[in-house]
């Protein structure tokens, strides 16, 4: 991406944050958290499993949060998707 300012043409480096991953409950569709990479702010689902990927970060087995239901799933790597910041 360039920013174009002046006459000027810079490089503008993509701004780079902490962002929790997980899976949805099999039982109560709630987000189970799962972990956190530093991401780009904008980036897709795809990039995320690329990136744990690219860590080798390996399913693991994850416990809902949700009092009421408890279960255990396994979250894989190419199935995980981003949380909501604030979310519940």
Not at 22 to 34: D, K, T
Request: charged fraction near 20%; hydrophobic fraction near 35%; aromatic fraction near 6%.
């Amino acid at each position: 991406m360039e920013n174009l300012t002046a006459g000027k043409s810079e490089m503008v480096k993509p701004m780079l944050r902490m962002r929790t991953f997980g899976i949805s409950c099999p039982e109560c569709r709630q987000f189970v958290p799962s972990g956190a990479v530093e991401i780009q702010e904008t980036a897709a689902p795809s990039e995320l499993h690329s990136k744990l990927r690219e860590l080798g970060w390996q399913a693991q087995i994850v416990t809902c949060e949700n009092l009421e239901c408890g279960s255990k799933t396994i979250c894989q790597p190419d199935k995980t998707f981003f949380g909501v910041p604030g979310g519940a």
